[in-house]
């Protein structure tokens, strides 16, 4: 945790140019930045008292007088606990494997993404981010870009997916709601990818990683002149996503006065660059995304209810995964090929005590969390398959004794909560009513066939008439 509220940072970076825009871009969220120019230096920088207070350490790839390897095992053994991020030339994920196992916490690749910097920064400092399993150690590791690719066959989540299938064909605004790793980056790309602006760019923005001063000037750009340190016309969001999908990630973080120029790009068309004597138009398709209940958030006077309402004409609602834990199977198996692609990684297993124990976590940190976690353990793992013993953190959190017996109780669960995805039981032991099951069964069907009913009717064996009259009795809508 950051000393006397003021987190300090340590860039080891010979190059002046880096060493001011890390400094900037680190500021802009309240990191102070000091500097080593080489490896020596900044060993030697451990022991200062500016070293002591350090909560991260930034090192350069091609850092003077060390190899980056041998310097993150002599940082990592003078300061176990202290994050060490790595920035790279390119983006290169064989170097990631080198240096985690070297001890490396997190890397970066040039040239720095302002998100993605105070992301990584942040997250060492996240209280959440217990013994480094939330850390965004898979970022570079492409997500899928369709819906078949999507992992998932619970109930909720496939009829979210149908509604977001749908709605991908059209204009309209997409809101994902959902907790944090719960994938909605993931189904964005989806309905971007989905939708007839496919060929078109689709430009991200965290709105909680830009400085609130900043925010206008980022989303809808500025002249040059507008305001002191506007040395250059900046081409904003929006306009540089004309024809596609601009996705708005953490929309909940976007200030008030930011708010209101929102709503008049969706409802005009148009965006005001600061400075600007005139408005710019632009077509832009927008998919926001949030981690809040927007609807507590308007009663709190944070989010304009004018605006929810127009980003809300088509809302989905993602599933934490503990509410869908009978997917962790497909999940492992999904993200351990796509791990394995990786340069510098094999393929790998996953024992029946693993699966076992990766089913009993809560998983605070989502699909995301699961992600990290199997990387970190792909990455460090000497035999063909995982085991309990690769992933120490789950283990520990779960705890010894509760573990242990835990591990030959699971697999007597798995075959009612994986597979076919549906419930069987209540809490309390008893089987559900039939009317629920089947309402579940119906649910699934229509997300796995992606809403088109004369399928469905046909893969349940039963006439499209029964299905509508099913649907009606058991208050579903057809959209599920």
Not at 171 to 198: C, F, N, T, Y
Not at 258 to 284: N, T
């Amino acid at each position: 945790m950051a000393r006397d509220g003021v987190p300090m940072l340590m860039l080891i970076d010979d190059e002046p140019a880096q060493r001011r825009l890390v400094s900037a871009l680190a500021g802009r969220a309240g990191w102070r930045t000091i500097f080593a120019s080489d490896g020596e230096t900044a060993i030697a920088t451990l022991g200062t008292q500016d070293g002591m207070r350090l909560d991260a350490i930034l090192l350069d790839q091609w850092c003077p007088s060390y190899e980056p390897a041998e310097l993150i095992r002599e940082l990592r053994a003078r300061r176990p606990a202290l994050p060490i991020l790595v920035l790279t030339a390119h983006d290169n994920v064989a170097m990631a494997v080198e240096s985690m196992r070297a001890g490396a916490t997190d890397y970066l690749a040039k040239p720095i993404a302002p998100e993605r910097l105070l992301a990584a920064l942040n997250a060492t400092l996240s209280e959440d981010d217990i013994n480094g399993e939330l850390r965004p150690l898979t970022e570079k590791i492409t997500a899928p870009l369709s819906f078949e690719d999507v992992v998932g066959s619970a109930p909720r989540f496939r009829a979210a997916l149908a509604i977001a299938a749908k709605a991908a064909r059209a204009r309209v605004p997409v809101l994902i709601e959902g907790e944090s790793g719960v994938g909605k980056d993931v189904i964005a790309r989806a309905v971007h990818a989905a939708s007839p602006r496919h060929k078109q760019p689709m430009v991200t923005v965290n709105c909680g990683a830009i400085p609130a001063n900043l925010v206008e000037s980022e989303l809808f750009g500025h002249e040059r002149g507008a305001f002191t340190g506007a040395f250059e016309r900046h081409v904003g969001k929006f306009v540089a996503a004309d024809t596609g999908t601009i996705f708005l990630d953490e929309i909940s973080e976007m200030p008030f006065d930011a708010q209101v120029k929102l709503l008049r790009v969706l409802q005009d068309g148009e965006v005001q660059p600061i400075g600007a004597r005139r408005p710019v138009h632009v077509d832009v398709r927008i998919i926001a995304a949030t981690n809040r209940r927007l609807q507590e958030e308007i009663e709190a006077g944070r989010f304009r209810e004018d605006l929810y309402y127009r980003l809300n004409v088509v809302q989905l609602t993602i599933p934490p995964l503990r509410e869908r834990i009978g997917d962790v199977p497909a999940l492992c198996r999904h993200l351990l090929a796509r791990i394995a692609e990786q340069p510098g990684l094999r393929s790998l297993g996953l024992t029946d005590e693993a699966l076992a124990l990766l089913m009993q976590h809560e998983w605070p940190g989502n699909v995301r969390q699961l992600q990290n976690a199997l990387f970190r353990a792909a990455v460090l793992c000497e035999g063909d398959a995982l085991t309990p013993q690769d992933f120490p953190q789950i283990a520990a959190q779960l705890g010894a004794r509760d573990a242990a017996p835990s591990l030959h109780m699971a697999p007597a669960r798995q075959p009612h909560r994986e597979g076919a995805g549906i419930t069987l039981f209540e809490g309390d032991g008893h089987v559900r009513p039939l009317a629920e099951i089947e309402a579940d069964v119906i649910r699934l069907a229509i997300g796995h066939y992606r809403g088109r009913m004369t399928e469905v009717a046909r893969r349940l064996g039963i006439g499209r008439s029964t299905l509508y009259r099913k649907l009606a009795e058991l208050g579903i809508d057809s959209a599920a």
